[in-house]
């Protein structure tokens, strides 16, 4: 330790401004009693909202809960948390529907049909009472282009059951979303290596 | 399908449009064809830093890399993701410091302590070649506390080994970290249930 000989008096302030925070944050919390199933909506540019997403997947699992994924969008890029979530078969299912249709394809019928497809088995998911969290990966796409219509996305949303938590991911979430949302976190991008050319890379990107 | 008779007019035009940004996407990424480990920053309020991070943990596993973490902070709760990470000892070295020092500690001398100890785990991963991601969670607050000195947090990163990737989470990231790192992403709070008196939740918070 380099600290100055007033270490102690620092030490003696930081306790008591501690002391007071904590005091705060543990009335802050005493009211927040509630367990509800959660909507949860990732949006933004930056990186992060489909990784976060399969973070809470991973701690789902951790718990012992049933979860179910569709992938709205993929591509061809294998993907690194099946390769370890697909170890828990009882626990978790995975639809991934066709190839990534905003950069890679070009053929709007058959993106129509794939998001169709992606939603009827979000749809299964939601209303199967076996499944504790389902996570509708980058659906935000798909809504956003019109692939869907939003009005009978959310009246599917608002019924459902209410211990069931739903996680909607994608840039551009639309607003009639986030309104009926609990959990909407922003992923801005600050900082990006592909400006330096950079390629994406395996752990990071995919 | 319940599409206008003009259809077909709108997919043509659609059609053309994806294909215009599938070529200026893919003349953009033509040049990205670099490999080089990433300093990668979570950052702001928001949810989903430290779960974006388990997320990267996640896919590393999952492509065969081995992963080194260093809690800063956790508090008392069970953390969903540790029960899956665990059964791949092999690719996995957790290392868990302390209690939650924002919040809950009140020893500021302890916790300094604590926040060195984490660092110097976080030294020797970063040292140890069989590492390729090494997630170095909160040790923004440590940061931000001053409890560990930020010059001699850059100058380790900075003199890293060139394939290894390194993570750090936690808010009020500073600039200096964010002037050196590659990847930067700032998780900003749209809506927080915690606001209506939902409590955290297994799987979503923890």
Redesign the interface.
């Known amino acids: ?1 380099t600290e100055s000989v007033n ?1 102690d008096d ?2 003696q302030r ?3 401004k ?2 007071r ?2 005091e705060a ?1 543990d009335r ?2 005493a ?6 199933g ?1 909507i ?5 540019k ?3 909202k ?7 997947v ?6 012992g ?1 049933k979860v179910g994924v569709v992938q709205f969008i993929k591509g061809k890029w294998d ?7 697909e ?2 078969p009882d626990q978790i299912e995975i639809k991934a529907l066709g190839e990534g249709f ?8 058959r993106d ?1 049909a794939f998001a169709r497809a992606g939603w009827e088995e979000g749809k299964r998911m939601i209303a199967d009472e076996s499944f ?2 389902v996570l509708l990966d980058e659906i935000n796409i798909a809504l956003r282009y019109d692939y869907l219509p939003i009005d009978e996305v959310l009246d599917f949303l608002k019924a459902k059951r209410p211990g069931l ?1 739903v996680c909607l991911t994608g840039r551009n979430a639309k607003e009639e979303l ?1 309104a009926i ?14 400006r ?9 990107e ?1």
């Open positions: 330790m270490s620092l030490n930081a306790n008591e501690a002391a925070r904590k944050r802050m919390m009211d927040k009693t509630q367990e509800k959660l949860i909506v990732h949006t933004g930056g990186k992060g489909s990784t976060a997403a399969f973070g809470m991973l701690r789902c699992i951790g718990h809960m993907t690194g948390e099946r390769t370890v979530l170890r828990f905003t950069w890679e394809t070009q053929d709007r019928a129509i504790d969290f938590h986030i949302a609990d959990l909407v976190t922003e992923m801005e991008m600050v900082k990006h290596p592909f330096d050319g950079v390629k994406a890379q395996a752990g990071v995919f």
